[in-house]
């Protein structure tokens, strides 16, 4: 079975651009996450998406945002880049059927670099 | 708010050997789950073991177990017979009960032949 994909692996923006990033989840999983890696730290999470709807939000700024698809597969936004937007975009999927049975798998995520 | 701390920013071991990875955590919460997830250098992060709170066996993977103590909220990570496939960044996480990874900040395990 495929694991996690996301798109593209890598991306060059520069400063004021838009950047959208994909992701297609585990067959079977409804929900998604977002987590935004800077280098030398750990993920920090940005949205969590389920059956379409919002089901949490980290600390980032409105220029962020996301959605998902009827066929579980989620995108995420984000406007007007700046260089401290530079970093390892990670997508995880899992079931979705409750927190209690969750476990999230992760992507190979997509290197942005604005400039 | 929940917090992680991975008090270990580098680690060695020789190839055979065992080694133990360190985290501690805050919370208020009674129920939650604990992860240990490795990122070696292609950056996917992979699961390696998994902890419900409400259990009090360490969980166990192979080569890989835990020490879990509630009371105390730390989750140390014990890697036996270390390969050189091993070494990477480890990172400890906490998910809560708001659909949340809470991520450590790591620490990198180098593995010596």
């Known amino acids: 079975d495929a694991g996690v994909t996301q798109s593209p692996t890598h991306l060059i923006k520069t400063r004021g651009q838009h950047v959208t990033l994909r992701c297609s989840p585990i067959?079977?999983?409804?929900?998604v996450s977002w987590y935004q890696q800077v280098l030398g730290q750990g993920p920090q999470f940005i949205f969590q998406?389920?059956?379409?709807?919002?089901?949490g939000r980290g600390n980032f700024p409105d220029r962020f945002s996301a959605r998902q698809f009827p066929n579980y597969s989620s995108e995420l936004n984000v406007n007007a880049l700046l260089l401290g937007d530079s970093a390892l975009y990670l997508c995880?999927?899992?079931?979705?059927?409750?927190?209690?049975?969750?476990?999230?798998?992760f992507g190979p995520g997509t290197r942005l670099l604005v400039l | 708010a929940q917090t992680v701390t991975q008090s270990q920013p580098e680690m060695s071991v020789q190839e055979a050997e065992t080694v133990t990875l360190s985290c501690t955590y805050d919370?208020?919460?009674?129920?939650?789950?604990l992860f240990w997830y490795k990122q070696p250098p292609s950056r996917q992060m992979i699961l390696v073991i998994r902890?419900?709170?409400?259990?009090?066996q360490n969980a166990t993977e192979n080569r890989f177990s835990v020490n879990f103590q509630k009371a105390a909220k730390s989750f140390s990570l014990k890697i036996s017979d270390s390969q050189l496939g091993d070494a990477a960044m480890y990172f400890c996480?906490?998910?809560?009960?708001?659909?949340?990874?809470?991520f450590g900040q790591g620490t990198e395990l180098s593995v010596k032949p």
């Open positions: 902890q419900e709170a409400y259990k009090q």
């Open positions: 067959s079977g999983h409804k929900s």
């Open positions: 995880a999927s899992s079931l979705g059927q409750g927190w209690y049975q969750e476990t999230q798998y």
């Open positions: 998406y389920y059956e379409k709807e919002e089901r």
């Open positions: 919370t208020s919460e009674s129920d939650y789950y």
């Open positions: 996480a906490y998910y809560n009960q708001g659909g949340k990874l809470i």
